[in-house]
């Protein structure tokens, strides 16, 4: 199976599950003047208890195997020129969050509002007033271009590797 196949199948056993706590809440219990639903409604109401239960260790072991896979497959990104691997795993968290926070740090480094010009020290005389830069403007736009486009990146390869990587089991 693919990792693609078990993050749908996923889903669907999520869906499944909820289905099933929905069908437990409405027929748990009845007045006893009412006529039950099915024959054997408490039957069933454990059966599909039972079936949840199911559902869930089919989902643990799903969720398992994907971080396996996840953990253990390297997946190699062309990113601003240079051949980048890391683990699936990885490379989800620098999508998640990590690559913007990168970005957001990298622009931080600004002129602060600063003017140059003419000023007066503390004696009343006039100086000239000069940005000192403690980074590089040009590797900051760089670099932060290049951490914009990162997420979409690792997304586009992430696709084809969820597809063509088997789950580790």
């Not at 027929?27 to 208890?49: C, L, R």
């Not at 559902?55 to 195997?65: G, Y």
């Not at 253990?72 to 980048?84: A, D, G, Y």
């Not at 590089?136 to 736009?141: G, I, K, L």
Request: glycine share 2%; charged share 30%.
């Amino acid at each position: 199976m693919k990792i693609i196949e078990a993050l749908k199948m996923l889903k669907d056993l999520q869906r499944k599950a909820e289905d099933l706590r929905g069908k437990v809440k409405q027929h748990s219990a009845h007045m006893n003047f009412e006529t039950p639903v099915y024959p054997d409604q408490k039957g069933q109401v454990a059966a599909w208890i039972q079936s949840h239960s199911d559902l869930l260790k089919e989902i643990l072991n799903l969720r398992v195997s994907i971080q396996k896979t996840n953990i253990n497959t390297s997946v190699t990104i062309e990113l601003s020129k240079k051949q980048v691997t890391k683990s699936i795993a990885e490379w989800i968290h620098r999508r998640r969050d990590l690559a913007n926070f990168e970005r957001d740090m990298w622009k931080q480094l600004t002129d602060r509002n600063l003017k140059e010009g003419t000023g007066m020290n503390s004696m009343q005389q006039p100086i000239e007033v000069k940005i000192v830069r403690c980074y590089n403007p040009s590797e900051r736009d760089e670099r932060i271009m290049a951490l914009e486009s990162e997420p979409s990146q690792v997304d586009a390869k992430l696709e084809i590797v969820n597809a063509t990587t088997d789950l580790i089991e």
